[in-house]
């Protein structure tokens, strides 16, 4: 088999992972609306670690070792706080927004890199770094120019916080599918989350997970389902194809947000909301294509 034909499985594998991702942060913003953001990961996480748990079992998976096991625990504390903080931002945004901003992303990723990982950052990746701010700036502006509220500008500063933290996950995705099996690596991200937001309820924080009514658990029980599938099938592909191959497909999640957004919730994708991704998406590409002792080779992943 050539190189190309061995990478086709993968790279079709990543491109329903992003597919089935985008329709669950649609399914998570419907449902945090609904029920609350709080109540709505909670019950998320509730779900896809119970579902995890079966296929663990059914599997005979084993259980990992201390050093998988604090790489899970580290990975799923990031991925919590990272989904609270972009699922808190697109309450108040349209996804394709949302999504564009979050793709500022693999750019962070390389600084990251070369602070916990000690690589060098070259004037390639440093140039590509400023046409994806000047995208991220790009659709700031039309939020400060265009007299939308103060929420709005709030939810976009969770989402580009979240994509910092984003970042940091994408360091940590690769050797997380290297090391477990694609099962083991979304069990242990939806129970490392639940144990989380379990904390968050017994600190004096006020939160407190209520019993969602029987209308809000179809769309508990999709988000679940949709979650763990896309980890699933993104554990697969990263641990079966370099990330060079596959971050391209991350973009795809613009088009597939948009349409959603559009069916889901009549939203409208703005031109400066286009003009903005195009920049920050060729920033990430540029940066993707730089020689291997400019850039360090990251993955993207989502909530």
């Known amino acids: 088999m050539t190189k190309s034909g061995a990478l086709a499985i993968p790279f079709a594998v990543c491109c329903v992972g992003v597919a089935l991702f985008s329709i669950m942060d649609a399914t998570m913003k419907g449902l945090s609306l609904s029920i609350g953001l709080y109540n709505a990961l909670f019950w998320r996480a509730v779900t896809g670690s119970l579902l995890g748990l079966a296929l663990m079992l059914l599997t005979r998976q084993r259980w990992p070792g201390g050093r998988v096991l604090r790489l899970h625990m580290l990975r799923g504390t990031v991925v919590a706080l990272m989904a609270s903080l972009f699922f808190w931002g697109i309450m108040r945004l349209p996804l394709a927004e949302s999504i564009a901003l979050s793709f500022i992303a693999p750019l962070i990723a390389l600084y990251l890199a070369a602070l916990l990982l000690k690589e060098r950052v070259g004037r390639r990746a440093?140039?590509?770094?400023?046409?994806?701010?000047v995208g991220v700036a790009v659709i700031v502006s039309a939020r400060m120019s265009g007299g939308y509220d103060l929420d709005a500008l709030l939810g976009a500063g969770a989402v580009l916080f979240s994509a910092v933290l984003f970042a940091w996950n994408l360091i940590l995705q690769r050797q997380q599918a290297q090391l477990a099996s694609p099962i083991e690596v979304a069990f242990f991200q939806h129970l490392v989350m639940l144990g989380a937001f379990v904390a968050v309820a017994v600190a004096p924080t006020g939160l407190w997970p209520v019993f969602p009514p029987a209308t809000s658990w179809f769309l508990i029980g999709l988000a679940a389902i949709?979650?763990?599938?896309?980890?699933?099938?993104?554990?697969?592909?990263?641990?079966?194809?370099?990330?060079?191959?596959?971050?391209?497909?991350?973009?795809?999640?613009?088009?597939?947000?948009?349409?959603?957004?559009?069916?889901?919730?009549?939203?409208?994708?703005?031109?400066?909301?286009?003009?903005?991704?195009?920049?920050?998406?060729?920033?990430?590409?540029?940066?993707?294509?730089?020689?291997?002792?400019?850039?360090?080779?990251v993955e993207p992943s989502v909530a």
């Open 126 to 133: 440093v140039g590509a770094s400023l046409l994806g701010l």
């Open 226 to 297: 949709l979650a763990f599938t896309s980890l699933v099938a993104l554990a697969w592909a990263y641990a079966r194809a370099e990330a060079q191959y596959l971050i391209p497909v991350e973009y795809s999640a613009f088009i597939w947000a948009a349409i959603v957004g559009w069916l889901a919730f009549g939203e409208r994708v703005t031109l400066t909301t286009v003009v903005g991704a195009v920049l920050i998406v060729a920033g990430c590409l540029i940066a993707a294509r730089a020689r291997p002792a400019e850039t360090p080779q």
